[in-house]
């Protein structure tokens, strides 16, 4: 199947269900009330309880739809193209992709000029399709971190997005002087007693990382004080 498959969907599906939704509507009007329902409840009942677990408080919860919605994407694209600093280009094939370079035929995408600041080719903003990409997303976001005030941008990301780091000091960079400090955290394996097994998806991360984190929270109260 081509949409999201995870083992909480159900979950997120039961408790939507219980709500009573009037299953007697085209889905096309339900769409919205359920990703907002589905949206809220991930928040609430996932998200909220695993950062507890670890100890975690944010502030702030922030929707990138807001982004969308509040056309900050685009107000991000056309600040950075009055910046010089975008352009339309032929880029090579994506990586980790299969695609036949032979019969590959490049399609002129809008881009950041990266490559000024260090990063190894300049990065795309919107897909082939029109879709903004990620990357553009994420100018957006720290666009607007930046509106709001704040001096300090810390990024904290996992070792394989090191290469985000180039791309997203020359977006941020271009807008202001803030202090900045870019973090990439390093991977590592946490494995219980037992054989290890490989994780598949972020819902089966999710609850492996959980049930080590209380399974530590229970050795830890137990031990004399």
Not at 28 to 41: D, H, M, V, Y
Not at 87 to 114: N, W
């Amino acid at each position: 199947p081509d949409d999201y498959q995870g083992e909480y969907i159900k979950d997120v599906a039961r408790a939507w269900l219980a709500a009573r939704p009037d299953l007697r509507r085209p889905f096309e009007e339900l769409k919205e009330p359920l990703r907002k329902f589905a949206t809220e409840w991930i928040l609430e009942n996932l998200i909220k309880k695993d950062l507890e677990l670890f100890g975690i408080r944010f502030d702030r919860f922030f929707s990138e739809k807001t982004l969308h919605d509040q056309d900050r994407l685009q107000a991000a694209v056309a600040f950075l193209t009055g910046k010089g600093l975008v352009s339309e280009e032929l880029l090579p094939p994506p990586k980790g992709v299969d695609i036949d370079e032979d019969e590959y035929v490049p399609v002129p995408l809008k881009v950041v000029k990266t490559t000024r600041y260090g990063d190894e080719r300049d990065r795309p903003l919107f897909k082939t399709n029109g879709e903004p990409t990620y990357f553009a997303a994420d100018i957006a976001y720290h666009f607007d971190k930046i509106d709001r005030g704040y001096k300090r941008l810390v990024n904290v990301w996992g070792a394989d997005h090191g290469g985000y780091v180039p791309r997203m000091k020359a977006a941020v960079g271009s807008v202001c002087s803030t202090a900045r400090r870019w973090t990439a955290g390093r991977r590592v394996t946490i494995q219980p007693a037992g054989p290890l097994k490989k994780v598949r998806s972020w819902a089966m991360a999710s609850a492996a990382t959980c049930s080590i984190c209380c399974t530590s929270a229970r050795i830890a109260n137990s031990r004399p004080r």
